[in-house]
């Protein structure tokens, strides 16, 4: 796997499709970093868990302003009991609502994992992650312990091949 995100394994069962993955297909890809970050948003996920407050928008602390600016959007994959009590604490804590948007009380702290740090002119922090995954929410860190703005600006100037880019 020198020099590859990942690996993808596909069923013997399933056809070949050039440069197209089906449901018979899984890629398996080592995640390079992790990142804490306070929840800022929250809407329904899609399928199955459109019941749960499962997409999570997530920020980092910008050292100049004191702000939170954030850092991305992933779906937290965890169990739906956890998912469920989550859920009723960011309702009780929402803040602001628009459309299906929740804007909630920045309490809460994840650990988020990701393939790729890029600078990004989408993101209030001017940063993103490629393939964040909410790995855990870390209860024993509160928001005023999560990564700073220049840390992550940090890690991308550090990170090879990615500094430069733009999404």
Known sequence: MR???GVVLKSTT?????GRRGSAWLKLKHPIDSVDCVVVGVEYGVGRRRTLLSELTFAVRDDLSGRL??????SAQLGEREMGEMGRWF?????AQLGNYRSVEPRIV???????????ERSGSGYTLRGPRIVRFRTDLGPDQVASLSAIEARCRAASGSA????
């Open 3 to 5: 020099g590859s995100e």
């Open 110 to 120: 994840v650990e988020v994992s990701f393939d790729e740090l890029r600078r990004s």
């Open 91 to 95: 309702e009780t804590h929402t803040v």
């Open 69 to 74: 600016t954030t850092l991305g959007r992933a």
């Open 14 to 18: 399933a056809a070949y499709a050039p």
């Open 164 to 167: 430069g880019e733009t999404e």
